[in-house]
């Protein structure tokens, strides 16, 4: 009695760019002749695996191609439409062992954005100069066709422009810097001129409020302020009666 050997499903890679759609089939020296396409339906068949799948959209059975390597064999078939496919089986068969190959994945809806953008006037070198920002107006490609463009702006130089507007810069720099020396040599004069407030000599003669020697007599202190005190209550009673 045989034991028949149940085959299994090979995994598969796949990913598309415009017309054309590759895909992976992932076993280790497969060859071209294990596979059969006719009547867009794949079949795979050997000792060991067994894949039958209908591809979701009609292919060209006249431009089919094969590569082989090691680990895998890539086949790239050709759509009879430019329509996107969502899956590369009918009815989304295998799903888990058809994987979109998302490293190569075209995008083209992406790409007629970026065609749209590139086909702004200008947007190109607007987008190839950012980096940096050399020169602002003067580093962009393409600007000096948009400032052409623009009425009344013919013959403008932007590098020239540029130039002269960093001239003028440094010019009012020096201004500003000969206007602040100017200030300074007004109020150093005017210091010259000022009339001595107070003379040194006249300290001399000022009297000593405070003499350093006297010593402060607490008892007497005391006694003024008992004094104080006392008048204070007479007073208070005086203005009681």
């Known amino acids: 009695m045989s ?12 990913h598309q760019i415009h017309n054309n ?11 071209k002749e294990s596979i059969n396409i006719s009547n867009n339906k794949f079949t795979l068949n050997n000792d060991i695996y067994n894949m039958e799948f209908e591809f979701i959209e009609e292919i060209n059975h006249e431009n089919i191609e094969f590569k082989e390597t090691y680990n895998f ?3 790239i078939i050709e759509k009879m439409n430019n329509d996107q496919w969502k899956h590369l ?26 065609d749209e953008m590139g086909g702004m006037p200008g947007m190109e070198g607007m987008m190839g100069g950012m980096p940096g920002m050399e ?10 066709g948009m400032m052409g463009g623009m009425p ?56 000593d409020l405070i003499d350093d020697d006297q010593e402060f007599d607490y008892e007497e202190a005391a006694q003024l302020q008992g004094e104080l005190e006392e008048y204070y209550e007479e007073l208070e009673e005086e203005n009681n009666k």
Request: glycine share 6%; net charge negative.
């Open 3 to 14: 034991l028949t050997l149940e085959k299994r499903i090979p995994t598969i890679k796949w």
């Open 21 to 31: 759609v590759y895909f992976n089939i992932n076993v280790q020296n497969l060859t």
């Open 73 to 75: 064999l890539t086949i």
């Open 89 to 114: 089986a009918k009815y989304n068969l295998y799903k888990n062992n058809i994987k979109v190959d998302w490293d190569h994945w075209y995008d083209e809806d992406a790409e007629e954005e970026n």
């Open 135 to 144: 020169g602002m107006m003067g580093g962009m490609p393409g600007m000096e």
């Open 152 to 207: 009344g702006m013919e013959g403008l130089n932007m590098d020239e422009m540029m130039a002269n507007k960093d001239d003028e810069d440094d010019e009012d720099d020096e201004d500003d810097e000969d206007d602040e020396d100017d200030e300074d040599d007004e109020l150093n004069d005017d210091d010259e001129d000022m009339p001595d407030l107070i003379d040194d000599e006249d300290d001399d003669d000022m009297p």
